[in-house]
Structures are given as structure tokens and as C-alpha cells.
């Protein structure tokens, strides 16, 4: 089974302050890891993953994300927040192999201030 | 290629009526996902097919919840009898086997059940 722990359900920085959203996942295997940005009633865009290869992950719109198996961890950052960063955030789990759904954490909802 | 479409955006049904949602993946895509979204929590799996036939059901997938991929291509997912508690938005995403980590997702399909 495998499972994603979303630290925090609001975070709000100033607007050129760095972003940083925690992730941590349990999986039996080897996984696959996901960030999701997800708009207000929109759907579900993908701003970054970890398959195999480079543990240092670069995404869309300055997102980065690094995984560290030894602490389990797949956390979010961007060094200087804008403020059309705001918006939900969601972790996601897959397991490598046939089992390819995506298990999601419950979202970090960001909040950019002036 | 238009990505992943669903359809209605919106859909506002009384209690005890039956709805139905459809999804056009990826046309090359042969993996078909549904999730449930409720306020403020992440996509909670419901099935997948590959190809045409239904892979993985959830817990969550009542017997009121059924879903079908006749063809391999389109998908439809229906609701009988609705209650207030399956308003929520129904995502569709789809991927491609063998392509890690590939999925794309739709807009979704917004219920109210009044």
C-alpha cells in the first residue's frame, strides 16, 4: 500500500519569499512521485516528477523537487513566490510496475502576499 | 491532440435521480482513471481500465457507481440514485502503459446534488 502525508494544509509567504512544501510517502516499492497544481474548479496540472534517474527534479514555473529516499521525502520549492503561485498543491505516489494509479496526499492551499 | 475532455462541466441533479458523466482520454493513451474530489481534500481513486477492461475498483465505488469503457476509448460513469453525499467533482485522467508517470488529466465534472 502506499500512502502521502501533505505537511501543512496552508502556507502562506510573502511574494518574492521562497515556497517550500513539505511531502513525505510510504511505498512499498520503488515509487514514483508527483506534484500537482490544481486552480480553482479546474483540473489537476502537473508541475513536476520523479521517475528513475536525477533525485533533483525541475518543473514548471520555477517549481523544483527533490527526492530523498533515505528520509522519504519529496518536498516542493521555489525561490521567490509569486503571487500567481496561489493555489493548491497535491503530492501523489505511484508505484512503479502495472499498479499505476496515483494515491494523493490531502493539498497545501498557498497563499502569496504583498 | 486536445488532451483529456469530460463532459458536463457542471451538472446540478436532485437527490434520487441518475447522472451520468463521460471522458475522452488521449487518443493514445490506453490506461483510463477515475477519481473523486471532494472540498478541500486531494483525488481519491474510484477505477481504471486498460484498454476496455475494468482493472481496479476502489472501496469507495458503491454498487450505485458503475463504470464502463465499451470500446477502449471513451469512458462513462454513472450514479443511480444520487445522494447529497456524491457531490463532489469526477476526474478523468489517462496514460499510457509502459510510459511512467505520464498522466494527463481533465477538467472535470462538477456534481451538486440538491
Known amino acids: 500500500a502506499q500512502s502521502v502525508t501533505q505537511l501543512g494544509s496552508h502556507v502562506s509567504v510573502s511574494e518574492g519569499a521562497l515556497v517550500l512544501l513539505r511531502c513525505n510517502y510510504s511505498s512499498s516499492v520503488p515509487p514514483y512521485l508527483f506534484w500537482y497544481v490544481q486552480y480553482p474548479n479546474q483540473g489537476l496540472q502537473l508541475l513536476l516528477k520523479?521517475?528513475?534517474?536525477?533525485?533533483l527534479v525541475k518543473g514548471i514555473n520555477g517549481f523544483e523537487a527533490e527526492f530523498k529516499k533515505s528520509e522519504t521525502s519529496f518536498h516542493l520549492t521555489k525561490p521567490s513566490a509569486h503571487m500567481s503561485d496561489a493555489a493548491e498543491y497535491f503530492c501523489a505516489v505511484s508505484e512503479t510496475g502495472t499498479a499505476s494509479k496515483l494515491t494523493f496526499g490531502t493539498g497545501t492551499r498557498l497563499q502569496v502576499t504583498l | 491532440d486536445t488532451g483529456v475532455s469530460q463532459d458536463p462541466r457542471h451538472k446540478i441533479t436532485k437527490r434520487g435521480q441518475n447522472v451520468t458523466f463521460r471522458c475522452d482520454p488521449i487518443s493514445e493513451h490506453n490506461r483510463l482513471y477515475w477519481y473523486r474530489q471532494t472540498l478541500g481534500q486531494g483525488p481519491e481513486f474510484l477505477t481504471y481500465?486498460?484498454?476496455?477492461?475494468?482493472?481496479?475498483k476502489s472501496r469507495l465505488l458503491s454498487d450505485r457507481f458503475s463504470a464502463e469503457r465499451p470500446k477502449g476509448s471513451f469512458s462513462t460513469l454513472e450514479i443511480q440514485r444520487t445522494e447529497q453525499g456524491d457531490s463532489a467533482m469526477y476526474l478523468c485522467?489517462?496514460?499510457?502503459?509502459?510510459?511512467?508517470?505520464?498522466?494527463?488529466f481533465g477538467s472535470g465534472t462538477r456534481l451538486t446534488v440538491v
Open positions: 481500465f486498460q484498454n476496455e477492461a475494468q482493472l481496479e
Open positions: 520523479y521517475t528513475t534517474g536525477a533525485t
Open positions: 485522467a489517462s496514460s499510457q502503459q509502459g510510459a511512467p508517470g505520464g498522466y494527463t
